[in-house]
């Protein structure tokens, strides 16, 4: 089973994965797509409020945000990652669940980062919004660190999140249901 739809212009189908016994979501990966990654970041950017620094999780927003980083001429964007690094110098962490994640999960920042993104203007990017978890976990992240939220973006909002209004996204994405129709 598949979803057929447009995205930034370009066609794109996702493969349905099963959820549970009674739902499918659409997987949507923009690893390893260069057009798409180049594409969404453009329209993106049309869309994007004033910002200092641009912030995602670890993995997959890493393509996006780093292709809106490099059209928007910006030198530096954050990654939380999801195991502190030997590099870091101290880390900050919070604790978070999505749908595409089994169980509980960690974000950390390093220490350095922080410094940073204390009194600047953070644009939260990640690829798919679904239930938030991930999002609200990048919000108190930067909170934490001192960074004023100006805005979140999203190349899909999948379900419920296509309903709210402080994400700025491209395309809707349903959810399905385990015979592969479109959940309204």
Same mark, same amino acid.
């Given at each position: 089973? &598949?979803?057929?739809? +447009? ?21 949507? !990966?923009?690893?390893?797509?260069t057009e798409l990654s180049v594409a969404t970041a453009t329209?993106?950017?049309? +869309?994007? /409020? ?12 890493? /393509? #996006? !945000? ?8 910006? $030198? *530096? ?6 195991? /502190? $690094?030997? %590099?870091?110098?101290?880390?900050? =962490?919070? =604790? ?7 169980? $509980?999960? *960690? ?6 980062? !922080?410094?940073?993104?204390?009194? *600047?203007?953070?644009l939260i990017v990640d690829d798919v919004i679904s239930t938030?978890?991930? #999002?609200?976990?990048l919000e108190r992240l930067t909170e934490k660190a001192g960074?004023?939220? !100006? ?7 999948? @379900? ?8 700025? %996204?491209? &395309? ?6 385990? @015979? @592969?129709? /479109?959940?309204?």
């Open positions: 089973m &598949e979803h057929r739809m +447009r995205i930034a212009g370009l066609e794109r189908t996702l493969p349905l994965c099963k959820l549970n016994e009674r739902l499918n979501i659409a997987a949507f !990966v923009i690893f390893g797509d329209e993106l950017l049309k +869309r994007a /409020p004033a910002y200092d620094y641009l912030i995602t999780a670890e993995a997959k927003g890493i /393509p #996006l !945000v780093h292709e809106m980083a490099r059209q928007h001429g910006d $030198k *530096k964007y954050f990654l939380a990652r999801k195991s /502190p $690094k030997l %590099y870091m110098t101290g880390v900050f =962490e919070i =604790e978070s669940e999505s749908i595409t994640t089994a169980g $509980k999960q *960690k974000l950390y920042l390093d220490t350095a980062d !922080v410094e940073l993104i204390r009194g *600047k203007r953070i938030g978890g991930s #999002l609200r976990a960074g004023v939220i !100006v805005g979140r973006m999203a190349i899909l909002a999948e @379900g419920d999140a296509q309903y709210r209004d402080d994400i700025i %996204y491209l &395309e809707r994405l349903p959810l399905f249901t385990a @015979g @592969g129709e /479109p959940i309204a």
